[in-house]
């Protein structure tokens, strides 16, 4: 009775995408007291003009409209391709203003058209006539062709390493996922080849050359010429590098290599900030589970290795070991041991490693997903299954390294005397049958087991020996630093090379052709403090030669060591760091090859190169 007195207010029109028609809330009072609000309300027959440009608009422009029309579909598809050229090139004026699409469809539709029920009823008639009526045209989408945007310079995967990942682009400065993002399964996490991902795409590739070079000093940034024709110049170069090579060397390694040959250029790899360029020049790594779970997002590979890489390692192993492991292995009776082994799952072709594994009384045969990991437990394992090979051979050592005694109280700085026993048979059976290349079948195995079983005993006299006269220049050694403590910057700096040259497990992790030159490195420290008090600037005077070389390579190593790289030539480096330390400190000493500041410095340049 008393409607007339109630005041009604509708408000926010909107799609409603499950009902398929134009809702709005309303609330109503009756002099001045709410009486209920925001009930949802039809409000098509209310405002059928608004109700149809909200239709049009919001349904079948933005495509909150649930429909199996086939233009529907098609346009959809249409409008997703040119975004998608939008985002791989960058540009975001290639797809026409919404504008332009709701007037396509304003121009088509009756007036008074605003539900999803009506339009389709329309429609089938419509398109009785014209199928193709709704359809849009690419050329009606687009403000301009996106001119090489190909799936060629843009493709939608990556293959490397035999495995095959997704890639996406995004667009949107500042968002995570700006640039290019590949998703890569957590079982391939650490297969992943970083040095291949630095290349990003085609497409990509020249501009971020470009700004690499922009990145490096004036100095050597104006030889490179105009850096755009530069970097046209070095795709075009590099499109014919075999896919191989790509995962074999970084993108500043081949930037480097190309400087060199063909402008006669040296640029030292380091010289680049890749750490300036914007973050859709450097790939973006998405980490999913086996249901596509995303796990971790980042643009550090080591980072995410760092994090998940252990997990990683499990989930392979838990589909590897149950169709290629094998157990308790205390003899050579598996057949040839092959270098990498593919393992079928589902669809999928996983790559693993072999290895020989170490567990005390026997040995392991697993298989690995990352390379430097299973050479590194294989050489512990074989020598393992060398030792139980040899039993009574490796029993009788145990009892009879000469000198054992002695040199356990000498070794208390780096460890106990079962620690020292282990270093030294370990170096022992390494020289005895651990020679390159390792052996791969049985027969190979028993036949270094023959040639190794008569040198044993001799090889652990010769290592005994030198390990002794090790440890008894160290203890020489540290009676001296003790009085040292009035020169405190050359007293820091033998001791950072002691601790450098004499880790805990230095009798085994020191190759042997270096193992044997430790009693004179640490001859020539001796003489460096004998020297030092008759002339202290003398000492100063070399440090400030010698001490840039040294931090140069200190820094070299660290960054390897945290992309998990490993250099022979910087290895190769580190010791000759160390003759170098003889020639200048303790001239007496005869050092293996002739070296001095100016050979390293010119070497260091080489390296670069």
Same mark, same amino acid.
């Given at each position: 009775m008393g409607a007339h007195l109630v005041r009604r207010h509708q408000y926010e029109p909107h799609w409603e995408k499950k009902l398929a028609h134009v809702a709005a809330f309303e609330r109503a009072t009756l002099y001045g007291i709410l009486l209920y609000g925001n009930r949802r309300i039809h409000y098509g027959p209310m405002d059928p003009k608004e109700s149809r440009r909200i239709f049009i608009r919001q349904a079948l422009v933005e495509g909150e409209f649930e429909t199996r029309a086939p233009f529907f579909q098609h346009n959809r598809k249409l409008i997703d391709d040119i975004e998608t050229l939008e985002h791989k090139s960058r540009r975001p004026d290639v797809l026409v203003d919404e504008e332009l699409i709701y007037a396509f469809y304003d121009s088509l539709i009756p007036e008074g058209m605003h539900n999803g029920a009506a339009f389709e009823h329309w429609r089938r008639e419509a398109e009785a006539a014209n199928p193709k009526?709704?359809?849009? =045209?690419?050329? *009606?989408?687009?403000?301009? %062709? @996106?001119?090489? /945007?190909? +799936? +060629?310079?843009?493709?939608?995967?990556?293959?490397? !390493?035999?495995?095959?990942? @997704?890639? %996406?682009?995004?667009? *949107?400065?500042?968002?995570?996922? *700006?640039?290019?993002?590949? +998703?890569? #399964?957590? /079982?391939?996490?650490?297969?992943?080849?970083? =040095?291949?991902?630095?290349?990003?795409?085609? !497409?990509?590739?020249?501009? =971020?050359?470009?700004?690499?070079?922009?990145?490096?000093?004036?100095?050597?940034?104006?030889?490179? !010429?105009?850096?755009?024709?530069?970097?046209? %110049?070095?795709?075009?170069?590099?499109?014919?590098?075999?896919?191989?090579?790509?995962?074999?060397?970084?993108?500043?390694?081949?930037?480097?290599?190309? @400087?060199?040959?063909?402008?006669?250029?040296?640029? #030292?790899?380091?010289a680049f900030r890749p750490e300036l360029l914007s973050a859709h020049l450097s790939m973006n790594f998405l980490v999913a589970d086996e249901h596509g779970r995303q796990l971790a997002m980042g643009r550090s590979l080591p980072q995410l290795r760092a994090e998940l890489g252990e997990q990683a390692g499990e989930q392979f192993s838990a589909i590897a070991q149950p169709k290629a492991a094998l157990s308790g292995i205390t003899t050579w009776n598996f057949g040839e041991l092959q270098e990498i082994m593919e393992i079928r799952q589902g669809s999928q072709t996983l790559i693993g490693y072999p290895a020989l594994v170490d567990r005390g009384e026997s040995v392991d045969l697993e298989v690995l997903d990352a390379p430097q990991k299973a050479r590194e437990l294989h050489r512990d394992g074989l020598r393992r299954l060398f030792m139980l090979q040899l039993k009574e051979q490796t029993k009788y050592l145990e009892k009879n390294l000469p000198g054992l005694r002695d040199m356990a109280m000498q070794f208390l700085p780096f460890g106990d005397a079962v620690s020292l026993k282990d270093q030294l048979l370990r170096v022992t059976f390494d020289r005895a049958c651990m020679a390159e290349p390792l052996p791969a079948t049985p027969a190979e195995f028993l036949k270094r087991c023959e040639e190794g079983k008569t040198r044993l005993s001799l090889l652990a006299q010769e290592i005994c020996r030198l390990a002794g006269g090790i440890l008894i220049e160290y203890q020489g050694l540290q009676k001296k630093l003790q009085g040292m403590k009035n020169f405190p910057q050359a007293q820091r700096e033998i001791e950072e090379q002691i601790a450098r040259l004499l880790p805990k497990n230095f009798i085994a992790a020191s190759a042997w052709e270096r193992l044997q030159h430790f009693p004179r490195y640490l001859k020539a420290v001796a003489l460096r403090l004998d020297k030092l008090r008759a002339d202290p600037a003398r000492d100063a005077r070399w440090s400030a030669e010698f001490n840039p070389l040294w931090q140069t390579w200190l820094r070299e190593d660290l960054k390897q060591k945290k992309q998990g790289v490993s250099d022979p030539q910087l290895e190769q480096y580190r010791w000759l760091l160390e003759e170098l330390r003889v020639s200048l400190y303790a001239q007496e000493l005869r050092t293996p090859v002739p070296v001095s500041v100016k050979r390293l410095q010119k070497m260091w340049q080489a390296m670069q190169r």
């Open positions: 009526l709704l359809y849009l =045209k690419r050329e *009606d989408l687009m403000r301009h %062709e @996106a001119a090489g /945007i190909t +799936t +060629t310079l843009f493709p939608h995967q990556l293959e490397t !390493g035999g495995r095959v990942y @997704a890639l %996406e682009y995004l667009h *949107d400065p500042g968002n995570a996922r *700006d640039g290019l993002t590949l +998703t890569v #399964p957590l /079982i391939a996490l650490n297969q992943l080849s970083a =040095k291949r991902c630095d290349w990003l795409v085609p !497409g990509l590739l020249k501009e =971020k050359v470009a700004l690499l070079a922009k990145t490096l000093p004036q100095k050597l940034r104006h030889k490179l !010429g105009p850096l755009p024709e530069f970097a046209e %110049e070095f795709v075009a170069a590099a499109a014919a590098m075999e896919t191989q090579r790509r995962e074999e060397v970084s993108l500043v390694e081949a930037i480097t290599r190309y @400087a060199r040959e063909e402008l006669n250029l040296v640029v #030292p790899p380091d």
